[in-house]
């Protein structure tokens, strides 16, 4: 027979032995340390300056003063005054008070007690630094998850898969996203079978995004999915095509001309009123966005001196041109300007077509007002309405007496692509003609100056080009 117990080494009291009591409590004093062990912490590498007769503690990293001689990880008691290690064994579960953790001695180490678990079966809650309850039997509060699938070579068949079951067609199994507690996002299978995305922006009324029908795999979106973008651009620029986009569809329009000058003279002869400048050309195309590297854009500034032409608009890329809106040319005295070449090139008012896709006169200027041989004055005509195939954008009204008027803004530019033209200028038999007005924004053309006795009205301002992008993918 041995002097201690096979598992725990108590010591055992032998026959005859005198003071009995010494092995008595020196083997109490054991299971005192080593039955429902909790420790006061573990951090520490020194005794504490106060301490409790029973206190136990495991030795820190770096042992110190009265532990100097113990090893890191050490159980050790206070005893009358010092410090005894206690032996642990293999299995033992101590308590870590000031941490709230439980520890397992294994492999000669103290290992977290979840480290050692094999398994866990039929548990109704688990929280995971979080408190489960009865509507979440399971609660975690954490930062990151990974869940990675068993290698084949660890047994596994390196596949992973999630499995969210309901119980029929009209329940409900889904992944819920909440932003501060409110829904925002939910995708899988709510209220039937087919798979459904649901957006919210107050957990309340819910949108929904996308659907995947069960039979067929058809997808439905109920708002649509395309994503569309559209750029104007009205200077000269570089523009690069987003990546998310898969098409462009370019418009682009030449500048206007400006109206001409009206004649001026004496009476028996007659002095027309200057022709209003052409609007600008305008082109359009659709591309496949992959083809295309950044778009090098010239917006062509339209005629501001009497009669000047406008300029023209390009886009090119890889070196290339890969579209063009010819400007309107400036009008003359008594003839309008020629519309710009494009895709369908604008004519002027006064002439009747430039190979143009859409209604003649678009967006040209209006005649400025003549004199007779007899000096009878007649009103400038009005701008050309800008309505390539689109919503109409008016143009300036004509004058008996006084400056042409100016071309209204364009109402519905997305749906119009071209600007009004600028009314003509009235003539005058007593002194100067009077000015034509100024075509609107998008390429539309100036109105003509009006006749006059002593010298003719200036020809109205064209409009420069413009280009209009719209990205879609």
């Not at 642990?88 to 290992?111: F, I």
């Not at 649901?198 to 067929?216: F, I, P, Q, Y």
């Not at 007899?374 to 390539?388: R, W």
């Not at 300036?396 to 071209?418: E, F, H, I, R």
């Amino acid at each position: 027979m041995t002097d201690d117990s096979a598992r725990l080494g108590l010591p055992y009291v032998m026959a005859g032995q005198l003071q009995k009591h010494v092995t008595v409590n020196e083997a109490l004093t054991r299971l005192d340390a080593l039955v429902q062990t909790a420790v006061v912490s573990r951090t520490r590498s020194s005794p504490p300056s106060v301490v409790t007769e029973g206190d136990l503690y495991l030795v820190g990293d770096t042992p110190s003063g009265a532990w100097a001689e113990m090893a890191a990880g050490d159980l050790v008691r206070a005893d009358v005054g010092g410090w005894v290690k206690v032996e642990p064994l293999s299995g033992m579960l101590v308590s870590v008070l000031d941490e709230g953790v439980t520890l397992v001695r294994a492999e000669e180490a103290w290992r977290g007690l979840g480290e050692t678990l094999g398994g866990i079966l039929q548990v109704d809650r688990l929280g995971v630094g979080a408190e489960a309850d009865a509507t979440n039997a399971f609660s975690a509060r954490l930062n990151k998850a990974l869940w990675a699938a068993r290698p084949t070579e660890d047994d596994g068949d390196g596949d992973l898969r999630f499995t969210l079951n309901k119980q029929g067609p009209s329940h409900t199994g889904s992944i819920l996203f909440q932003s501060q507690w409110s829904g925002r996002a939910e995708i899988g299978l709510m209220g039937d079978d087919d798979f459904r995305f649901k957006v919210s922006a107050n957990g309340t009324t819910w949108n929904e995004a996308l659907r995947v029908d069960r039979s067929t795999g058809r997808v439905w979106f109920a708002s649509g999915a395309s994503r569309r973008e559209t750029v104007v651009v009205a200077s000269s620029a570089t523009q690069s095509v987003p990546a998310w986009a898969r098409w462009v569809e370019a418009v682009c329009i030449g500048a206007g001309g400006a109206g001409a000058e009206g004649m001026s003279g004496t009476a028996a002869t007659v002095r027309h009123g200057g022709g209003g400048g052409g609007a600008g050309g305008v082109s359009h195309a659709i591309w496949a966005a992959e083809h295309l590297g950044p778009l090098n854009i010239v917006v062509g500034t339209g005629g501001t001196t009497s009669g000047a032409h406008g300029g023209d608009t390009t886009i090119t890329t890889h070196g290339h041109l890969v579209l063009k809106a010819s400007g309107g040319r400036g009008g003359t005295a008594g003839q309008g300007g020629a519309g710009g070449w494009g895709t369908g090139g604008m004519a002027s008012s006064g002439l009747p077509t430039n190979r143009a896709e859409c209604p003649s006169s678009a967006g040209g200027g209006g005649y400025g007002g003549s004199l007779s041989s007899t000096d009878v004055v007649s009103s400038g005509t009005s701008g050309g309405v800008g309505h390539p195939c689109g919503v109409p954008s008016q143009g300036g009204a004509g004058s008996n007496v006084a400056v042409g008027g100016a071309a209204p803004a364009t109402v519905l530019p997305d749906l119009g692509w071209l600007g009004g033209g600028g009314g003509g200028g009235a003539a005058s038999a007593q002194s100067s003609g009077f000015a034509g007005g100024d075509g609107a924004e998008f390429g539309a053309g100036g109105g003509g100056g009006g006749a006059g006795l002593s010298a003719g009205g200036a020809g109205g301002h064209g409009a420069s080009g413009v280009v209009r992008l719209t990205f879609v993918g």
